[in-house]
Structures are given as C-alpha cells and as structure tokens.
C-alpha cells in the first residue's frame, strides 16, 4: 500500500481536523505538509466549503492537486481553474427545501452552485456560517433562485432544532436526495448517494490518479464515508465516536495537537523513510 510515497494522496476534512480551534492551519501541520510533499507526496482537502469560500485558504497552503468541494457533490482544480467534476441535486429539492423551511420557520438556509451561495433565510446561525466562509453571498428568496446546478442546500439552527430536523426528514422519506449533519448547527441535503466518500471514488478515476493509495482523514459524519472510502481512513483525536468506529487508524493527537501532521509523519515511515 506505501510502497511509493510518490503514489500516496492524503484527502482532508478542514474544520475539526487541519484547522484548529481558532480556524487556522498550525505550523506543525504546515510544515509536516511541506516535508510530505517534498518527498513526492500528494496532499489536498475535501471540504463542504463552495469554490468561492475555499479562496482565503488557497493562501495558507498550497494545493496543485484537485480538491474535493460540496461535500462530495464537486471536485475542482485550481491549478487548472476548472471544475472537473459535479453532481448536482434533481429539481425536487425546491420542493423539497420548501417543505423543509413550512415545517421549520426558524431555520435559516443557503442553496450552493459554482457560481456562488444564494442565503434564502438569514437567521443568526445563517449569518454565523456566512462570516466563517468569508464570501459575499446573494440574498434572495427561495422561489427566485434558479433551477439547475445546486450542488448542496445547507440548513442552519439551533443544536435541539436540528435533531428535530434530521427526525422529521426521515419521516418525510424524500427521494433522490440525502442528508447529512455537517456540525451542531449546519444540516445539508446532498444529491443521493453523493458524499465525500463517493467523491473519493471518482478522484481515483482522473488521469493520473490511478493506482494510487488513498488515505483521508476527517471528524465529523460527514467524514464518514470518506474514511471508509479510502485506503487507509483516519481520524484525529477529537473525532466524534461514529468517526473513531468507522477509522481504521485514530490518531493521539487533536486538531489543536497537530493530527494532519502525525498522520503523515505515520504515512513518511510506513513508505521506509
């Protein structure tokens, strides 16, 4: 599985696993990144974060490989400024968002495209989501947003309300989408079947990326599938327990601690360097 580091990729969750607490990559995994890729590995992210709100990271950490977006539902390649891959929602989740919002008047929302974020509810936890991204997004009612190429819709509320929310959706039995709970206040319908994990499969099949040995890395449910995906799926000390029992390695660092980087110091000398 290591035979070649120049033939490993290491996929990582952001919040919770490379960003610590304050929202910022630390020197020690910065630096283990650097050492990594400087002996031929590969290092990039999967992130529910949009093309868009990913920017003001692209300045803490070079990433030439294509980075997983969406949650899953899109795969971008800065490098070559071009999105190589999408899965969009059916034009049921209109309906279905609008049902959503008749049931829970307090939540607030966002539909996301390529093209960038339209905010259709803007309560106190939209707006907390808004400023974590750092992006100007478009205000508009739900009705008004344009049909075609949303890649995710994101719920956001209060802790109690979303577990009210991820009940009600089961009962519901929607087709064609799946849910996902991305932190304590965000709650994200994604197209059916469409994950990180799935993301994860199709990045094996771009040109290059064949044969490679997968390893990712994440903390959260919706890191889940990903680290079953991959060839080797870790996770760091601070991951929920869902997370630890779907891992193949837990790390004995947290996203404070430096996790990413005892992962790839982990990676350097199972490759015999």
């Known amino acids: 599985m290591f035979e070649k580091i120049s033939r490993v990729i290491v ?3 952001m919040d919770g696993t490379l960003l610590d607490s304050q929202k910022r990559i630390s020197d020690t995994d910065r630096e283990a990144i650097k050492r990594f890729t ?25 990433l030439p490989d294509p980075v997983i977006m969406y949650n899953g539902a899109a795969i971008h390649d ?32 966002e539909v996301l495209k390529t093209d960038g974020t339209y905010v259709f509810r803007n309560n106190d936890y939209q707006k ?9 997004p478009e205000y508009t009612e739900l009705p008004d947003i344009e049909d075609g190429g949303w890649l995710k819709v994101l719920f956001a509320m209060a802790p109690e ?12 039995g929607y087709k064609g989408v799946d849910f996902v709970k991305s932190s304590e206040i965000f709650y994200e319908m994604l197209p059916e079947g469409v ?37 080797l799926g870790a ?11 779907a891992a193949d390695l837990v790390l004995e660092k947290t996203n404070n601690e430096g996790a990413v980087a005892e992962l790839l110091d982990f990676i350097i000398k199972k490759c015999g360097i």
């Open 11 to 13: 996929l990582s969750d």
């Open 38 to 62: 400087e002996l031929g590995g590969h290092f990039s992210v999967a992130t529910g974060r949009t093309i868009q709100s990913f920017e003001q990271y692209r300045a803490m950490i070079d």
């Open 78 to 109: 800065y490098t070559a400024g071009k999105t190589l891959y999408t899965h969009p929602l059916p034009d049921e989740a209109k309906a279905i968002s609008v049902s959503i919002l008749d049931a829970m008047p307090d939540a607030g929302g």
């Open 128 to 136: 907390l989501h808004t400023k974590l991204c750092d992006i100007i």
């Open 161 to 172: 309300a979303i577990d009210f929310l991820e009940v009600f959706v089961r009962q519901q």
């Open 195 to 231: 994950s990180k994990g799935s993301a994860l499969a199709k990045y094996r099949e771009l040109p290059g990326f064949e044969g490679f040995t997968f390893v990712s890395i994440g903390d959260f449910d919706n890191d889940i599938e990903m680290i079953r995906e991959a060839d």
């Open 235 to 245: 996770c760091p000390a601070n991951a929920e327990d869902t997370v630890k029992a």
